[in-house]
């Protein structure tokens, strides 16, 4: 079955310094992997995806992420945090697993708490 | 915005009670899926319709029906509600079911079963 992992539940992070979201996956066949943000009280907003190409996928408010195969590792990341970027982050793998229907199967989240 | 709209926004309702929640997907898009966002359970796929037709069901309760309408807007039915129902319910939508496609989340809908 596929599945997805973020190892951690929270992550801190002072404004301006680089930061990371760790997310690793499990599937049978090729992996294609979304980053979605959940600001509070708000929807699942799509930040990037990887289907196939380059490794280093870049995607909306200046996120990127780096698909490692080897690693089974989908980490977001961003180069400079801001305060701005403080909510919750889901991993999720596309899964085409018996029925081949394309649903989302989502990890746990991880929040992000960037400080002043 | 991402083009998926609910209604309602927010719900309170008793136990026992049956409500209806409703998504119009984007435009032209003929994916809809149905997901349960709680504190303890995170996000839990219910189930999933392709132009009508119902393509996948996941951990959706049996007290629990959706349908998607030749208009392609679907409803989510709850039924015989319990206070552990209580939980934000998302509507997302996609083009198609292929890898490449993005699925599109609305601002969901916040039950709470009292």
Partial sequence: AQ??????????????NPLTVKCTYSVSGNPYLFWYVQYPNRGLQFLLKYITGDNLVKGSYGF????????TSFHLKKPSALVSDSALYFCAVRDYGSGNTGKLIFGQGTT????? | DSGVTQTPKHLITATGQRVTLRCSPRSGDLSVYWY???????LQFLIQYYNGEERAKGN???RFSAQQFPDLHSELNLS???LGDSALYFCASSARTDSGNTIYF?????????
């Fill in chain 2, 60 to 62: 959706i309760l049996e």
């Fill in chain 1, 64 to 71: 990127e992420a780096e698909f490692n195969k080897s690693q």
């Fill in chain 2, 80 to 82: 015989s509600l319990e």
């Fill in chain 2, 106 to 114: 609305g601002e969901g809908s916040w039950l709470t079963v009292v």
């Fill in chain 1, 3 to 16: 599945s997805v992992a973020q190892p951690e539940d929270q992550v801190n992070v002072a404004e301006g």
């Fill in chain 1, 112 to 116: 992000l708490q960037v400080k002043p």
């Fill in chain 2, 36 to 42: 349960q966002q709680s504190l303890d359970q995170g």
